[in-house]
């Protein structure tokens, strides 16, 4: 599976969007972007995936490069409950599930 | 989304004594499951996957004899962690697929694992 590289920290303010970058130069035709994210002691929870195309869901949006080497991450109004470490995985349908988590982008949403 | 409960949320035992922890997924058969472990500060690291009716897939570096793996039916796993050592302490938490579409992937609210 390819490598993903996101920053280590980010702080967004209460009320505004928050924008996670992830860069997967190395990903291959038949790999997802997927994003998970983990509140402090507790499991990860599955927020949005694409292809290649942008999707959208009640909790983000994800914008994936023409080149698919980079995604961002959209939180369009980021609350004091979206703090948590949030994580960009390049996966591909021959992986059978296996989720390769890196370290991930710790956001913490301040008032 | 679909739910997936650990039984224990918490536990201690003394150093030699083995400990279970449950994975259950309440509203949907998973066909597979996945375990992970999880040091402070520190990522998921995936400990094993999980098959219902066949022997767990362990990945490199994690002692099969170590951490037993059940899966008896489509709703429960079992990960038993033998002669636990304070090394063992660690977040254990377990995923769990619908079996639909791999990428479904409902995580457990993981078992915090104390040995003394």
């Known amino acids: 599976d390819a490598k993903t590289t996101q920053p280590p920290s980010m702080d967004c303010a209460e009320g505004r969007a928050a924008n996670l970058p992830c860069n997967h130069s190395t990903i291959s035709g038949n790999e997802y972007v997927y994003w998970y994210r983990q509140i402090h002691s507790q499991g990860p929870q599955y927020i949005i995936h694409g292809l290649k195309n942008n999707e959208t869901n009640e909790m983000a949006s994800l914008i994936i490069t023409e080149d698919r080497k980079s995604s961002t991450l959209i939180l369009p109004h980021a609350t004091l409950r979206d703090t948590a470490v949030y994580y960009c995985i390049v996966i591909g349908t021959d992986s059978w599930g296996k989720l390769q988590f890196g370290a991930g982008t710790q956001v913490v949403v301040t008032p | 989304g679909a739910v997936v409960s650990q039984h224990p949320s918490r536990v201690i035992c003394k150093s030699g004594t083995s400990v279970k922890i449950e994975c259950r997924s309440l509203?949907?058969?998973?066909?597979?499951m996945f375990w992970y472990r999880q040091f402070p500060k520190q990522s998921l690291m995936l400990m094993a996957t999980?098959?219902?009716?066949?022997?767990?897939?362990?990945e490199q570096g994690v002692e099969k004899d170590k951490f037993l793996i059940n899966h008896a039916s489509l709703t429960l796993s079992t990960l038993t962690v033998t002669s636990a050592h304070p090394e063992d302490s660690s977040f254990y938490i377990c995923?769990?697929?619908?079996?639909?579409?791999?990428?479904?992937?409902?995580f457990g609210p993981g078992t915090r694992l104390t040995v003394t």
């Open positions: 509203d949907f058969q998973a066909t597979t």
């Open positions: 999980s098959n219902e009716g066949s022997k767990a897939t362990y």
């Open positions: 995923s769990a697929t619908p079996g639909q579409g791999w990428y479904e992937q409902y």
